[in-house]
């Protein structure tokens, strides 16, 4: 029988939370020996996912939003460990629970600790873990630039706002992608290669993605003459307007050579690179996810059977 025993790794600035609190509560009540220790700074995350594991938790929980779940996804990949992750999404946009159907009130997130943990892929870029998805071109510009302070007043839709602001700093990104059966080259305004399927505040960039098929989705959106038109299309949601025009793979892998540099968001986590391989990790994370997930294979609308 599983130990009910769970190493919840908290964004500093969830400590004062009342559901959060009240959530964690409860789990004790049922007989749950919890741990919560915060983040702080930068490096805290992967230190609080080593510490967990050597205290012999066989469950971590990450709360906070999806950087705050990327954190710990990496270091719990580094270190090879056999341990299950819970989600407990508390960030503005928390794609990746969206996507994936995990509840977004604490009480109900954490009631999936009960659930058989699920394996699921990783998406690596390089040496860099990310969960959901890795974004270039002008929407990783947007969600780098979007203010906190912005996002706490307007939640997901501070993302629309922010790229409706910027649309005189459009400027088209060029690349060379290749992978098995595969290859592109030109000018794009936005790229998702997707382990999950949206980011930045909701942008479906990658529907049919699913987390445990050993493939990543990618999806390249090409510079077109209309600028305007083809970003309202990202930055309003118009998945079947947007997919209209998009370059499709699903892959094993996928390199890309940009020889002027490319700026990358890793499911919050900036980076630059000019050359770049991006991989998926087949099956080297227990995840506690809802049965009916959408991002487990046969399970949601879009995704394989």
Same mark, same amino acid.
């Given at each position: 029988?599983?130990?009910?025993?769970?190493?919840?790794?908290?964004?500093?600035?969830?400590?004062?939370?009342?559901?959060?609190?009240?959530?964690?509560?409860?789990?004790?009540?049922?007989?749950?020996?919890?741990? %919560?220790? #915060?983040?702080?700074?930068?490096?805290?995350?992967? @230190?609080?996912?080593?510490?967990?594991?050597?205290?012999?938790?066989?469950?971590?929980?990450?709360?906070?939003?999806?950087? +705050?779940?990327?954190? !710990? !996804?990496?270091?719990?990949?580094?270190? @090879?460990?056999?341990?299950?992750?819970?989600?407990?999404?508390?960030?503005?946009?928390?794609?990746?629970?969206?996507?994936?159907?995990?509840?977004?009130?604490?009480?109900?997130?954490?009631?999936?600790?009960?659930?058989?943990?699920?394996?699921?892929?990783?998406?690596?870029?390089?040496?860099?873990?990310? #969960?959901?998805?890795?974004?270039?071109?002008?929407?990783?510009?947007? +969600?780098?630039?979007?203010?906190?302070?912005?996002?706490?007043?307007?939640?997901?839709?501070?993302?629309?706002?922010?790229?409706?602001?910027?649309?005189?700093? %459009?400027?088209?990104?060029?690349?060379?992608?290749?992978?098995?059966?595969?290859?592109?080259?030109?000018?794009?305004?936005?790229?998702?290669?997707?382990?999950? @399927?949206?980011?930045?505040?909701?942008?479906?960039?990658?529907?049919?993605?699913?987390?445990?098929?050993?493939?990543?989705?990618?999806?390249?959106?090409?510079?077109?003459?209309?600028?305007?038109?083809?970003?309202? +299309? #990202?930055?309003?949601?118009?998945?079947?307007?947007?997919?209209? %025009?998009?370059?499709?793979? @699903?892959?094993?892998?996928?390199? %890309?050579?940009? #020889?002027?540099?490319?700026?990358?968001?890793?499911?919050?986590?900036?980076?630059?690179?000019?050359?770049?391989?991006?991989?998926?990790?087949?099956?080297?994370?227990?995840?506690?996810?809802?049965?009916?997930?959408?991002?487990?294979?046969?399970?949601?609308?879009?995704?394989?059977?």
């Amino acid at each position: 029988m599983r130990e009910r025993k769970a190493w919840l790794i908290l964004h500093g600035k969830q400590a004062p939370n009342a559901d959060v609190r009240a959530a964690v509560n409860r789990l004790r009540e049922h007989g749950w020996e919890l741990a %919560v220790r #915060l983040t702080w700074e930068g490096g805290d995350a992967e @230190r609080l996912v080593h510490e967990g594991l050597a205290a012999g938790y066989p469950t971590l929980i990450a709360g906070g939003g999806d950087g +705050t779940l990327r954190d !710990v !996804v990496e270091a719990m990949v580094k270190a @090879r460990s056999d341990a299950s992750l819970a989600l407990l999404p508390l960030g503005t946009a928390n794609d990746f629970a969206h996507a994936a159907g995990v509840p977004l009130t604490p009480a109900a997130a954490l009631a999936l600790l009960e659930t058989q943990a699920q394996a699921v892929d990783i998406g690596m870029a390089g040496e860099r873990a990310f #969960l959901n998805m890795a974004t270039g071109g002008f929407g990783s510009s947007v +969600t780098a630039n979007t203010s906190e302070d912005l996002k706490k007043v307007l939640g997901g839709a501070a993302y629309l706002l922010t790229g409706l602001s910027r649309f005189a700093e %459009v400027r088209a990104a060029a690349g060379h992608f290749h992978g098995p059966g595969f290859e592109w080259q030109g000018e794009f305004l936005a790229l998702g290669i997707g382990n999950g @399927r949206q980011a930045g505040g909701g942008h479906v960039l990658c529907p049919n993605a699913v987390i445990n098929d050993g493939l990543l989705d990618v999806c390249i959106v090409p510079a077109a003459q209309d600028v305007v038109g083809t970003l309202g +299309t #990202l930055l309003s949601g118009g998945m079947l307007g947007l997919q209209s %025009v998009a370059i499709t793979a @699903r892959l094993p892998w996928l390199e %890309v050579e940009a #020889l002027e540099g490319l700026d990358l968001n890793l499911d919050g986590e900036p980076m630059a690179s000019t050359r770049l391989r991006f991989c998926a990790e087949p099956a080297c994370l227990r995840l506690h996810l809802p049965a009916h997930s959408p991002l487990l294979a046969g399970q949601g609308h879009g995704a394989d059977a």
